[in-house]
Each structure stands twice: as structure tokens, then as C-alpha cells.
């Protein structure tokens, strides 16, 4: 399994923007074949940072997922709302404690 983490800065002004966006999408996105999991998390002092974790059965997976039709077309309402450049991590998990 592959942990997707991805770390956005939003100009203020376009948070709702990006919100309704993810919204629209965030189900179509947990049913991309491969992906098992998504979650997004907001930064609780700069509040116009925000994550995403996802979980993929694997690289291929998320590559797939990053050539299709649903990522350009929620990456291209996305991108344009950013006031810094994305960073994002593939990491393995190693621990779980429940």
C-alpha cells in the first residue's frame, strides 16, 4: 500500500472555492479504482493549509489516477486557487496503532 500526502496553500480569497470543489469530486476520487482511502485535513493556525491523505493499492494506481480525466480536470479548478507550490509525498506506512 502507498500513503499519498499532498500539502496545499490556498490564497484566502479561494478556499471556498476549493472546498466546493473537493466536495463535488472527493467520491469520485475514493472510487478511482486502486485508491482505498482520502481524507482532508485543515492546518488549525494557518487555516488555508490544508492535506490530503489517501491510501493506493499502489504506485501504478496513483499514476493512473494522476494521468486520468478526473485528476486534470479537478487539478485544473485547483491549481489556479494556489498562493504557494504544492508539496506532496508517496510514503509506506510502518505503524498503525487503533
Same mark, same amino acid.
Given at each position: 500500500?502507498? *500513503? &499519498?500526502? *499532498?500539502?496545499? @496553500?490556498?490564497? %484566502?480569497?479561494?478556499?471556498?472555492?476549493?472546498? /466546493?470543489?473537493?466536495? /463535488? +469530486? $472527493?467520491?469520485?476520487?475514493?472510487?478511482?479504482?486502486?485508491?482505498?482511502?482520502?481524507?482532508? =485535513?485543515?492546518?488549525? +493556525?494557518? #487555516?488555508?493549509?490544508?492535506?490530503?491523505?489517501? =491510501?493506493?493499492? @499502489?504506485? +501504478?494506481?496513483? +499514476?493512473?489516477? &494522476?494521468?486520468?480525466?478526473?485528476? $486534470? @480536470?479537478?487539478? /485544473?479548478? #485547483?491549481? %489556479?486557487?494556489?498562493?504557494? $507550490? %504544492?508539496?506532496?509525498? @508517496?510514503?509506506?506506512?510502518?505503524?498503525?496503532?487503533?
Amino acid at each position: 500500500m502507498l *500513503v &499519498r500526502i *499532498v500539502k496545499m @496553500s490556498f490564497e %484566502p480569497s479561494k478556499i471556498e472555492e476549493f472546498l /466546493a470543489n473537493f466536495e /463535488a +469530486n $472527493k467520491i469520485k476520487i475514493r472510487n478511482f479504482e486502486g485508491c482505498n482511502f482520502l481524507e482532508l =485535513y485543515r492546518d488549525q +493556525n494557518n #487555516t488555508n493549509i490544508f492535506f490530503t491523505y489517501s =491510501y493506493w493499492d @499502489s504506485e +501504478n494506481d496513483l +499514476n493512473n489516477y &494522476r494521468h486520468s480525466k478526473l485528476f $486534470k @480536470s479537478v487539478w /485544473a479548478k #485547483t491549481k %489556479p486557487l494556489f498562493n504557494a $507550490k %504544492p508539496e506532496a509525498w @508517496s510514503v509506506d506506512k510502518l505503524v498503525c496503532l487503533n
